[in-house]
């Protein structure tokens, strides 16, 4: 037979958490809407101003309230960067394991592999001005690694927007974030050269998105992307 064990009992907190989620979903406050302030919903639910942010801090990491400086608590909904920012912890304990880099960089290859062979297909002549743009900034810091690194991350962003799909922006923002703070100290060190050649790769893509040759697109984004990886 099993052992019969005492259920755990809430804590006042997530008693409290539960009800004004419970409260939000059904309407009851609206998306826009500020809801109560903490002494009054320590009147509400006759609880003290620990129980109270710490139900607030859980729902705002749920995406369901925002809290603006100098602003009243209101109700929002979540977006897809909500979900990455819970994610977040998680990712970065994996990618400490033994085989978590190699996994996650392996995830970016192919995430940007299906963003390029699209953006060759679809990309409007708007995102295809924005592309030769952002290659223009990266020239302009070849010999400046701080800001040439955010240039990159821009060229790149650029091709997870292209699809028109806010997941997907958040997916390429959350990947860059964690594997270039992993590979924080070899970005500082790469030279002029190497950024050189990345500019010049990202020319290749672009010149390769904007004929619709995808193939090729790909070809050279994989190349791009393992002498990155080479490099760092």
Request: a neutral charge.
């Amino acid at each position: 037979m099993l052992d019969k064990r005492p259920l755990k009992r809430k804590k006042l907190s997530e008693l409290v958490e539960e009800e004004l989620e419970f409260m939000i979903r059904k309407g009851i406050f609206q998306e826009g809407e500020h809801i109560p302030s903490e002494r009054t919903l320590m009147e509400m639910f006759k609880v003290g101003r620990p129980s109270v942010r710490e139900a607030l801090a859980t729902l705002r990491r749920k995406g369901l309230i925002e809290v603006n400086n100098g602003e009243r608590t209101k109700v929002c909904r979540p977006s897809p960067f909500t979900l990455i920012n819970e994610l977040s912890g998680i990712a970065r304990d994996y990618l400490a394991s033994k085989d978590g880099m190699q996994h996650f960089e392996q995830l970016r290859l192919f995430f940007e592999l299906m963003l390029v062979r699209y953006a060759s297909v679809y990309a409007t002549q708007e995102q295809k001005n924005k592309l030769h743009q952002a290659i223009d900034i990266c020239w302009k810091y070849v010999n400046d690694n701080v800001n040439f690194i955010r240039a990159d991350i821009n060229f790149h962003r650029i091709l997870s927007e292209i699809p028109e799909n806010p997941v997907f922006v958040a997916i390429h923002t959350a990947l860059t974030d964690w594997l270039i703070n992993t590979h924080s100290e070899e970005c500082r060190n790469i030279t002029c050269e190497q950024n050189i050649t990345s500019v010049k790769q990202h020319e290749a893509i672009c010149e390769a998105i904007c004929k619709g040759d995808a193939d090729k697109a790909e070809t050279i984004l994989k190349e791009h992307l393992l002498h990155s990886l080479s490099v760092t």
